[in-house]
């Protein structure tokens, strides 16, 4: 069943400009993560944060996660044309559970 | 080197057809996956395999047949194709499960399968 869910589902920005997409999701988590996808590629590991983490980074990427509201953003600064993309945050459970994947929002970002 | 590579990217066939898909990752991983993909970019989690075991299978028709040979082989088999079957089929890797190792996942490139 789908749990996260990313807002918004479409982003147009200009290059230079900070873009920020956020997820929310209904269960508990043991772990979030970010994938980008290119168009007609598969999805490309971003960045991790565990449930006891509140923010992570990882080069223009800032990651930030509210257990308390079921959320978190991702913010991509001084954003690039090449880094239009569908960006999908996904979720595990705990134990066995695998990647519950959200529905993706889609970065424009013209030169 | 491709690390997750599947075959064949495209894919186009008759219903009632049975088709595979192939994948390989040189990752040296112990868990595989399949994910479809919807026409609106939607992703689902298919089967999970952990050293040749099936550990996840979620409510897919038994029409779809996941197979691993060995640790780095998961193939996808799909027998009596429908329409709805339609779709890009990813297949994924990571060490260990994911929620226990926290784990990221490796994709290949996908399969689009059309059905006609």
């Known amino acids: 069943s789908q749990q996260g869910e990313e807002d918004p589902q479409a982003l147009s920005i200009q290059e230079g400009e900070n873009a920020t997409m956020n997820c929310s999701y209904k269960?508990?988590?043991?772990?979030l993560q970010w994938y980008r996808q290119n168009s007609g590629r598969g999805l490309v590991h971003l960045i991790l944060i565990r449930s006891n983490e509140r923010e992570k980074h990882s080069g223009r990427l800032r990651v930030t996660l509210d257990t308390s509201k079921k959320s978190s953003s991702l913010l991509i600064t001084a954003s690039r044309a090449a880094d239009t993309a569908s960006y999908f945050c996904?979720?595990?459970?705990?134990?066995?559970?695998?990647?519950?994947f959200g529905k993706g929002t889609m970065l424009l970002v013209s030169p | 080197d491709t690390a997750v590579s599947q075959t064949p990217k495209y894919l186009v066939t008759q219903m009632g057809n049975d088709k595979s898909i192939k994948c390989e990752q040189n990752?040296?991983?112990?868990?595989m996956y399949w994910y479809k993909q919807d026409s609106k970019k939607f992703l689902k989690i298919m089967f999970s395999y952990n050293n040749k075991e099936l550990i996840i299978n979620e409510t897919v028709p038994n029409r779809f047949s996941p197979k691993s040979p060995d640790k780095a082989h998961l193939n996808l088999h799909i027998n009596s194709l429908e329409l709805g079957d339609s779709a890009v089929y990813f297949c994924?890797?990571?060490?260990?499960?994911?929620?226990?190792?926290?784990?990221?996942?490796?994709f290949g490139n996908g399969t689009r399968l059309t059905v006609t």
């Open positions: 996904a979720t595990d459970n705990g134990g066995y559970s695998t990647l519950t």
């Open positions: 990752l040296g991983h112990d868990t």
């Open positions: 994924a890797s990571s060490q260990g499960e994911v929620s226990l190792w926290a784990s990221p996942l490796h």
């Open positions: 269960t508990s988590i043991n772990n």
